[in-house]
C-alpha cells in the first residue's frame, strides 16, 4: 500500500456501513448515500454506485469496509451485510487503483491528532482502532467474547442498544470505553459512527468525532508521507 510516483488527484471515497454507504468526491461537495442492509453484496452495491458516479471524474479510489481487512484485500466476509465480499476485484469493477481498510480505521485516520488514540465507532456494529504515535492498527475487537457469551458489537452496537435500551445502552458504552483507555494506555478517546450523538456525557478524555472524517481518512490513504498504516503486519503509507 505505499504510495508510489505522485499521488492521484480526484478520489473517491466510499464508507460502507450497515445501513448505508455513503460516497464523496475528494473533500468537497455533496455526501451521496443509499440503503445497504443484510443482504446487499459487492454486486449490488458496484450497480449502485457505477450508476450514481458516472458522472464523476476521478483517479483512484478509497474503501472503508466494516470487516477484516489484509493487505488491501478483504479477509472475511462481513457480519452486517450479504455475501460474496471475499475475493471481489474493486479495481477491476471499477477500472481504477483501489484502497479498501477498515471502515473504522479510514475514520480513525481522519480523526487522529496525534499521540495514542482509541477510535470507537458505534453504529450497525462495532468497529475499533488503535492509532499508537502515527501507526494505525485496526481491530476485531467487536467481535470478542464481552459478557454471557455475547460480543462487545453484541452490547455496544445497534443490537445491544435495541435489546438494552439507550439509557443501559449508554453506561453500558461508558464502562467499556474505560476498560479500553487503561488497557491499551491511550491520551484520547474519540468516538464516531451513527449512534455517537445518542451519548449524552462523555468522559474528561473522550470526545465525539465526526462521521465525515471518513471521507479525510480516505483522501489520507494516497497522501504521501505522514501516518503509517499497519495492517496485521504490513506498514504502508496513510497519513496527514
Request: net charge positive; aromatic share 8%; glycine share 14%.
Given at each position: 500500500m505505499?504510495v508510489?510516483?505522485r499521488?492521484p488527484k480526484?478520489i473517491?471515497?466510499?464508507d460502507?456501513g450497515?445501513?448505508h454507504?455513503?460516497?464523496?468526491l475528494?473533500g468537497r461537495?455533496?455526501?451521496?448515500?443509499?440503503?445497504?442492509?443484510p443482504?446487499?453484496?459487492p454486486a449490488?452495491?458496484m450497480?449502485?454506485?457505477?450508476a450514481l458516479?458516472?458522472?464523476?471524474?476521478?483517479d483512484?479510489?478509497s474503501?472503508g469496509?466494516?470487516?477484516l481487512?489484509?493487505?488491501n484485500r478483504?479477509a472475511a466476509?462481513?457480519?452486517?451485510?450479504?455475501?460474496g465480499?471475499?475475493?471481489?476485484?474493486?479495481?477491476?469493477?471499477?477500472?481504477?487503483?483501489?484502497?479498501?481498510?477498515?471502515d473504522a480505521a479510514m475514520?480513525?485516520?481522519?480523526?487522529?491528532a496525534?499521540?495514542?488514540?482509541?477510535f470507537?465507532?458505534?453504529g450497525t456494529g462495532?468497529?475499533?482502532?488503535?492509532?499508537?504515535d502515527g501507526v494505525v492498527e485496526?481491530t476485531?475487537?467487536?467481535h470478542?467474547?464481552?459478557?454471557h457469551?455475547r460480543?462487545?458489537?453484541d452490547?455496544?452496537?445497534?443490537?445491544?442498544?435495541?435489546?438494552?435500551?439507550?439509557?443501559k445502552?449508554r453506561r453500558k458504552v461508558?464502562?467499556?470505553i474505560?476498560?479500553l483507555?487503561?488497557a491499551?494506555?491511550?491520551?484520547?478517546?474519540?468516538?464516531?459512527g451513527?449512534?455517537?450523538?445518542?451519548?449524552?456525557?462523555?468522559?474528561r478524555?473522550a470526545?465525539?468525532?465526526?462521521n465525515r472524517?471518513a471521507f479525510?481518512g480516505?483522501?489520507?490513504?494516497w497522501?504521501r508521507?505522514g501516518l503509517?498504516?499497519h495492517?496485521?503486519?504490513e506498514?504502508?503509507?496513510?497519513?496527514t
Amino acid at each position: 500500500m505505499a504510495v508510489r510516483g505522485r499521488a492521484p488527484k480526484h478520489i473517491l471515497v466510499i464508507d460502507i456501513g450497515g445501513a448505508h454507504v455513503k460516497f464523496r468526491l475528494d473533500g468537497r461537495g455533496p455526501i451521496g448515500r443509499f440503503a445497504s442492509g443484510p443482504k446487499m453484496t459487492p454486486a449490488d452495491m458496484m450497480r449502485r454506485l457505477l450508476a450514481l458516479t458516472r458522472k464523476l471524474s476521478f483517479d483512484a479510489v478509497s474503501i472503508g469496509y466494516p470487516g477484516l481487512v489484509f493487505r488491501n484485500r478483504i479477509a472475511a466476509e462481513p457480519h452486517n451485510l450479504g455475501r460474496g465480499w471475499v475475493g471481489f476485484d474493486f479495481a477491476k469493477a471499477f477500472g481504477k487503483p483501489v484502497r479498501v481498510i477498515n471502515d473504522a480505521a479510514m475514520q480513525a485516520i481522519g480523526s487522529y491528532a496525534g499521540g495514542r488514540m482509541l477510535f470507537l465507532g458505534l453504529g450497525t456494529g462495532l468497529g475499533v482502532t488503535l492509532i499508537i504515535d502515527g501507526v494505525v492498527e485496526p481491530t476485531e475487537l467487536g467481535h470478542l467474547c464481552y459478557r454471557h457469551g455475547r460480543t462487545y458489537e453484541d452490547y455496544l452496537g445497534e443490537r445491544g442498544r435495541s435489546r438494552l435500551g439507550s439509557a443501559k445502552w449508554r453506561r453500558k458504552v461508558n464502562e467499556v470505553i474505560e476498560h479500553l483507555r487503561v488497557a491499551f494506555e491511550v491520551d484520547y478517546v474519540v468516538i464516531g459512527g451513527g449512534n455517537a450523538m445518542r451519548l449524552k456525557r462523555l468522559p474528561r478524555y473522550a470526545r465525539l468525532g465526526d462521521n465525515r472524517n471518513a471521507f479525510l481518512g480516505g483522501l489520507r490513504l494516497w497522501q504521501r508521507g505522514g501516518l503509517r498504516v499497519h495492517l496485521s503486519g504490513e506498514r504502508a503509507a496513510a497519513p496527514t
